[in-house]
T-cell receptor
Framework: AQSVTQLGSHVSVSEGALVLLRCNYS??????LFWYVQYPNQGLQLLLK??????LVKGINGFEAEFKKSETSFHLTKPSAHMSDAAEYFC????????????FGSGTRLSIRP | DAGVIQSPRHEVTEMGQEVTLRCKPI?????LFWYRQTMMRGLELLIY????????DSGMPEDRFSAKMPNASFSTLKIQPSEPRDSAVYFC????????????FGEGSRLTVL
């Protein structure tokens, strides 16, 4: 079955600094990959998704992610962190055993220091 | 569109009681998912439906849990009898059911079993 691994359960950066959240997937074929964000006391919402059209994917709020097949990675980045970016971020992959089934990673909590 | 609607938002009950969580998916979406989120286990897929039919319930913890989708606009997740370890936030999500389809989450139902 497909799976994703998120390295680091908690990442803390200063306001204005680069944000880098890591995600690696396990698959022998390119999967569909997603990043979701969860703000406190809310459900998850889609940040961006990779669907093989382009390896660099731009999402909302200035986030982007690059699909690297050779590294089986789909890391999330943002050049300059804002206080409002503090949230939990989840990497997710479509399970090929059932194309509609989306499997989530364990999440990375992003904190922003003033 | 009102989005995915879940009720109740908060439920506090005593061990042994029956709990019913409700979900109204986005109109036109044909896939519906129930997830459970806890600090220890993260976001777990419990069950999902395509066109009102349960496709994969392998994530349902045990026979105390059951889910139904009697029509395209309504689903329930029932726990009977409830136990303290069932305490979690339960999310319902819906999608168009395509492989790269975005999941739209409700705001969740926070369950506390005393």
């Amino acid at each position: 079955a497909q799976s994703v691994t998120q390295l680091g359960s908690h990442v803390s950066v200063s306001e204005g600094a680069l944000v880098l959240l890591r995600c690696n997937y396990s698959s022998s074929v390119p999967p569909y990959l997603f990043w979701y964000v969860q703000y406190p006391n809310q459900g998850l919402q889609l940040l961006l998704k990779y669907t093989s059209a382009a390896t660099l994917v731009k999402g909302i709020n200035g986030f982007e992610a690059e699909f690297k097949k050779s590294e089986t990675s789909f890391h999330l980045t943002k050049p300059s962190a804002h206080m409002s970016d503090a949230a939990e971020y989840f990497c997710a992959v479509t399970d090929y055993s059932s194309a509609s089934k989306i499997i989530f990673g364990s999440g990375t909590r992003l904190s922003i220091r003033p | 569109d009102a989005g995915v609607i879940q009720s109740p938002r908060h439920e506090v009950t005593e061990m042994g009681q029956e709990v019913t969580l409700r979900c109204k998916p986005i109109s036109g979406h044909n896939s519906l998912f129930w997830y459970r989120q806890t600090m220890m286990r993260g976001l777990e897929l419990l069950i999902y439906f395509n066109n009102n039919v349960p496709i994969d319930d392998s994530g349902m913890p045990e026979d105390r849990f059951s889910a139904k989708m009697p029509n395209a606009s309504f689903s329930t997740l029932k726990i009977q009898p409830s136990e303290p370890r069932d305490s979690a936030v339960y999310f319902c999500a819906s999608s168009l059911g395509v492989p790269n389809g975005e999941l739209f989450f409700g705001e969740g139902s926070r369950l506390t079993v005393l």
